[in-house]
């Protein structure tokens, strides 16, 4: 089952420990849950057995600490906040997506690590504070420094790599969520009769199909 | 291993065929059809794109979205099991080349993901060296093999349409899909400037040719294999038939080790060791086919040596492995601005594109000697790993919703909203063309290295020539000429010759061929026109290696085709005892 579900059940548990404590009392703490099943965990579907392996032990470490988490999670929803359309980066568990990402890809694990080290010194330097205690204006000053390629001045230059890989990694992590893709308006993945580009498309673009396509392609109508 | 055996079964069987791909599910379903007593072998596990399902799954049930691994080298949810590497299952490279090999260890191998691309190969493509004088003629010509297309037609089924062109023959066609939106354009655009577009030609199934086969719905999924069985793959068109008919048994998980001969150098069966238990096994048949794929079936060869065939079996002319050849790959991509801010609609359609382009050109009037046809995508695709990345080389170059323009990068609600407003404006192309077959572009035996079988590996020798670079180069240009006509902007897929415009590395495009090439010289082929050894008859070759060139097509086509014309060839033979 997945992260969220698995949260849930703990907390459906931990309401009724209260009077479990009464009677457990003299006996050892309750047995931890059995690890998730590794192809649930992964979605469910075909999984080969090395996949199984490797998923479980990505999974068995942790790569961000909590300071860098938390740091995560404040510029993921600078960078996608939530709007009247739909929720930020952290409604879409973006933070969550980018600790198993950067195991599964190890490729990441620098340049995001250095990143944040760099930005935190940038904000030392500049407000006596590591990123993630300093000043919502703050915060914004040091992003709009190292966001925009063509404005960036030379000595933050490697804050700008350290951004364009957050902001690849955070518009991933948001666009391949359920909120996301519902955002986007993306209408596949469903069965269906593809009959062609939509009329009002067609006319929008003074596009239209000839005859001899029209009397070629499949139909659906009839049979 | 004090237990260490080989454990011989006492079971003949008629038949025993190695590798449950494009050629050998064919062989495996014709015996079925002929009630020949059939083995089929398969190195990966069972597979069936009904069970082992990826299909329809959103991007958010992958913990990755959909990226690839080392495991599944084209996506999270591609159905392939294998890739480049395989993990005690290493080949070499000789001499500083480069060749990369894709192995899908699976029941119906790479059918199961591949592209669904089926293209007949044409009169010309035959007949390549009376043509101009490069590599060679194959022994048999287009009227040879046409009926055999025509029943693969219509066994499997293919989408198209009937053009009457002269070297691209049109099949027994089901109805194409309408062209998508991008697709249109670029039609219109290639069309005006003498480049043809025409409906693409892919074994999908737009209507339903029998009751154990569904048509296609459109998730535009064909790689993550199809469980109503809409598209093309071995397993569910072919080996499942086989299965049901009582006729063949498989065994999966066989690692083949080699063919076993007696003492006359006649092949008498196949020694393998069983994956699931590693003990080693041996079984008996009357007429041996191999299909383990080009690079594979050659390795088998070279590794069944005796004092009867000391070269390595069927191997008296030395050429196995040699003339080894892959399709070439070249591409570009880009934007269309007309297309941002686009409405929303469901653009799926089938597993690829609904258009291509088949070679146009004469090639006497070029510097190279081969064609290419070319491969469109784009449009409004389901959101996977990589979707708005670059999104800084993008949003500074035009203006936004609302008419200005603004600094590239950000962040924030206007940052959010451009991955909305550039979604689906992106489109790309390929070539894949047809490389000339060299001899001493080969696959060998390395003496230094064995896999986690013990089964000696490969060793590639691989270079591209001039022809190919060149053919590379027109691809680039001729896109750009597309492109620009179009109104499109590149932004990616320019190159020049400091690296080879583009070319792909060897093996890349996965359609390898040449290995066990066929001829009516025993000096220098391996096969004869039916696909049997020269040196021993009852020992036959159906994947690409039989293939003397390649073409500007795809090749799994015209390997259904030949490997069924083999498997009548030995049906009769067997019938009058010849093998």
Redesign the interface.
């Known amino acids: 089952m997945d992260r969220r579900k698995y949260l849930k059940t703990l907390a459906v548990g931990t309401i009724s420990t209260g009077v479990l404590l009464e009677s457990c009392k003299t006996e050892t703490a309750p047995p931890p849950p059995p690890p998730p099943d590794p192809v649930k965990?992964?979605?469910?579907?075909?999984r080969?057995p090395?996949?199984v392996e490797?998923?479980k032990k990505i999974t068995g470490e942790k790569f961000f600490d909590d300071h860098e988490m938390a740091t995560l999670t404040v510029l993921v929803d600078?960078?996608?906040?939530r709007?009247e359309k739909s929720g930020s980066a952290t409604d879409a568990?973006v933070p969550a997506?980018l600790e198993?990402?950067v195991k599964?890809?190890p490729r990441h694990q620098l340049p995001m690590r250095g990143g944040l080290k760099w930005l935190d010194l940038q904000c030392m330097k500049k407000f006596s504070n590591p990123f993630v205690s300093c000043t919502e204006a703050q915060q914004i000053e040091m992003?709009d420094a190292i966001?925009?390629?063509?404005?960036a001045k030379p000595e933050v230059r490697q804050g700008l790599a350290f951004?364009?890989l957050l902001?690849?990694l955070t518009?991933?992590?948001f666009?391949?969520?359920?909120i996301?893709?519902k955002?986007?308006?993306?209408?596949?993945?469903?069965?269906?009769?593809?009959?062609?580009?939509?009329q009002?498309?067609l006319d929008?673009?003074g596009?239209r199909?000839d005859e001899r396509?029209l009397a070629?392609?499949?139909?659906f109508d009839s049979e | 291993m004090a237990d260490f055996q080989i454990k011989k079964s006492s079971k003949v069987y008629d038949v025993i065929v190695v590798g449950s791909g494009a050629g050998g599910g064919m062989t495996a379903y014709m015996m079925a059809q002929a009630g020949v007593k059939t083995l089929l072998l398969e190195a990966g596990p069972m597979y069936d794109p009904a069970k082992?399902?990826?299909q329809?799954?959103?991007?958010?049930?992958?913990?990755?979205?959909?990226?690839s691994?080392t495991?599944?080298p084209f996506g999270d949810?591609d159905?392939a099991?294998g890739g480049w590497e395989i993990?005690g299952e290493p080949y070499t490279q000789k001499d500083g080349t480069r060749f990369d090999w894709f192995r899908s260890r699976m029941l119906g191998g790479r059918t199961n993901h591949w592209g669904r691309i089926s293209l007949r190969f044409g009169p010309k493509d035959f007949k390549r060296k009376s043509i101009d004088g490069l590599g060679d003629d194959w022994p048999i010509s287009y009227e040879d093999v046409a009926p055999y297309y025509d029943k693969v037609d219509q066994l499997i089924g293919v989408?198209g349409?009937?053009e009457n062109l002269p070297n691209d023959p049109d099949s027994i066609f089901?109805?194409?899909?309408?062209?998508?939106?991008h697709e249109?354009?670029i039609k219109?655009a290639a069309t005006s400037i003498g480049i043809p577009v025409i409906?693409s030609r892919l074994s999908i199934l737009?209507?339903p040719i029998n009751k154990d086969r569904g048509a296609c719905?459109?998730?535009?999924?064909c790689n993550r294999g199809c469980t109503v069985y809409g598209d093309f793959s071995s397993s569910s068109v072919l080996v499942k038939p086989a299965l049901n008919s009582g006729h063949v048994d498989v065994i999966a998980n066989a690692m083949v080790r080699e063919v076993v001969t007696d003492e006359t150098g006649k092949p008498v069966g196949i020694s393998y060791v069983d994956k699931t238990d590693l003990q080693e096994y041996q079984v008996n048949g009357r007429v041996i086919v191999l299909a383990a794929s080009a690079c594979e079936s050659a390795r088998l060869l070279l590794n069944s040596r005796s004092v009867s065939h000391p070269n390595g079996l069927a191997n008296s002319s030395n050429v196995v492995g040699k003339y080894l050849h892959d399709s070439t790959g070249a591409s570009m991509g880009g934007i269309l601005p007309?297309l941002i801010g686009?409405?929303?609609?469901?653009?799926?359609?089938?597993g690829g594109m609904h258009v291509y382009t088949p070679w146009w050109l004469d090639n006497k009037k070029l510097d190279f000697p081969r064609g290419y046809h070319i491969e469109y995508w784009g449009g409004?695709?389901?959101?996977?790993?990589?979707?708005?990345?670059?999104?800084?080389n993008l949003n500074?170059k035009y203006p936004g919703r609302d008419g200005q323009m603004k600094?590239?990068?950000?962040?924030?609600?206007s940052?959010?909203?451009d991955?909305?407003y550039f979604?689906g404006a992106t489109f790309g192309m390929a070539g894949r063309g047809e490389a000339v077959a060299r001899e001493d572009n080969y696959c060998e035996i390395d003496p230094n290295t064995v896999d986690k079988y013990g089964i000696p590996v490969l060793r590639f020798h691989y270079k591209w020539s001039e022809f190919e670079v060149k053919q590379a180069r027109h691809m680039k240009a001729t896109f750009e000429e597309i492109i620009q006509k179009m109104g499109g902007v590149v932004t990616w897929g320019k190159s020049g010759p400091e690296d080879n415009y583009g070319l792909e590395t060897p093996g890349r495009i996965i359609h390898e061929v040449g290995t066990t090439r066929m001829g009516n010289d025993p000096k220098k082929s391996v096969l004869n026109p039916y696909n049997q050894a020269h040196d021993c008859r009852n020992l036959f070759v159906v994947d690409g290696g039989p293939f003397v060139s390649q073409a500007d097509k795809n090749p799994t086509w015209t390997i259904l085709a030949l490997a069924m014309r083999a498997s009548e060839y030995i049906i009769e033979e067997m019938k009058k005892q010849n093998i």
């Open positions: 965990a992964q979605g469910g579907h075909d080969q090395n996949e490797h998923f600078i960078i996608i906040p709007d568990g997506f198993f990402i599964d890809m992003v966001a925009f390629p063509e404005r951004f364009n902001r690849d518009a991933t992590g666009y391949t969520s359920e996301g893709i955002d986007l308006g993306y209408e596949g993945n469903r069965a269906n009769q593809w009959d062609g580009v939509p009002d498309v929008q673009y596009l199909y396509t070629e392609s499949v139909k | 082992n399902v990826t329809m799954k959103w991007p958010w049930e992958s913990p990755r979205r959909g990226a691994t495991f599944r949810f159905a099991y993990e989408f349409s009937r089901l109805p194409p899909p309408k062209p998508r939106l249109l354009m219109d409906p737009t209507k719905f459109y998730c535009s999924q007309k686009r409405k929303r609609y469901n653009e799926d359609g089938v409004m695709g389901m959101p996977g790993y990589g979707f708005g990345f670059g999104m800084q500074g600094p590239a990068g950000g962040y924030g609600a940052l959010k909203d991955y909305r979604y």
